[in-house]
């Protein structure tokens, strides 16, 4: 009974090629969000959608497309990786105007390009 | 712009000892605090939270902390620490349906 799942959970990949990552959440929530760790472990906004409407855009290479089917689903997809892609990606989830804006975190797939 | 500072990347204490791990934030709003907890290799957990109903606010493993307005800050706090505390930290912000701001992160070392 996972809240929010993520796969897969490890990614090692060359330089160039597409990939994607999927998020699904069980919690009825209908805001979800992708955030990228680096490997200063420094967290940092990419992508939210509510209701699959893309809400958050923060400053992410066109490479990087997230896609919403639906409100329990968001997925990542990435296009020509590069090195500097590597890192750990966490998607999460709320409730749209349900205080206290308290995102779920799922466990995280963590990307390598090599 | 909501922002978060953690003061101090890195934090030891002894098995036992109190643990202060400091946050303070930017906001010209009443922001949401959270602090979230992340174990190697592992996703976010949230420990505790600030929505402006008590200044004290009480999360799980023991650990709390303390809104206060006039210092803009949120330190997070536990009277004992225990070795399984050992993990990496962090302070984040919001000011609705928005984004979380983190901060840079504190990590926990304890010291048997």
């Known amino acids: 009974d996972t809240a929010v799942s993520q796969t897969p959970k490890y990614l090692v990949t060359q330089m160039g090629n597409d990939k994607s990552i999927k998020c699904e959440q069980n919690l009825g929530h209908d805001t979800m969000y992708w955030y990228k760790q680096d490997s200063k472990k420094f967290l940092k906004i990419m992508f939210s959608y509510n209701n699959k409407e893309l809400i958050i855009n923060e400053t992410v290479p066109n490479r990087f497309s997230p896609k919403s089917p639906d409100k329990a689903h968001l997925n990542l997809h990435i296009n020509s990786l590069e090195l500097g892609d590597s890192a750990v990606y966490f998607c999460?989830?709320?409730?749209?105007?349900?205080?206290?804006?308290?995102?779920?975190f799922g466990p995280g797939t963590r990307l390598t390009v090599t | 712009a909501q922002s978060v500072t953690q003061l101090g990347s890195h934090v030891s204490v002894s098995e036992g000892a109190l643990v202060l791990l400091r946050c303070n934030y930017s906001s010209s709003v009443p922001p949401y605090l959270f602090w979230y907890v992340q174990y190697p290799n592992q996703g976010l957990q949230l420990l505790l939270k600030y929505t402006s109903a008590a200044t004290l606010v009480k999360g799980i493993n023991g650990f709390e902390a303390e809104f206060k307005k006039s210092e803009t800050s949120f330190h997070l706090t536990k009277p004992s620490a225990h070795m399984s505390d050992a993990a990496e930290y962090f302070c984040a912000v919001t000011f609705g349906n928005e984004k979380l701001t983190f901060g840079t992160g504190t990590r926990l070392t304890i010291i048997p």
């Open positions: 999460a989830s709320s409730q749209w105007w349900d205080t206290p804006y308290e995102q779920y």
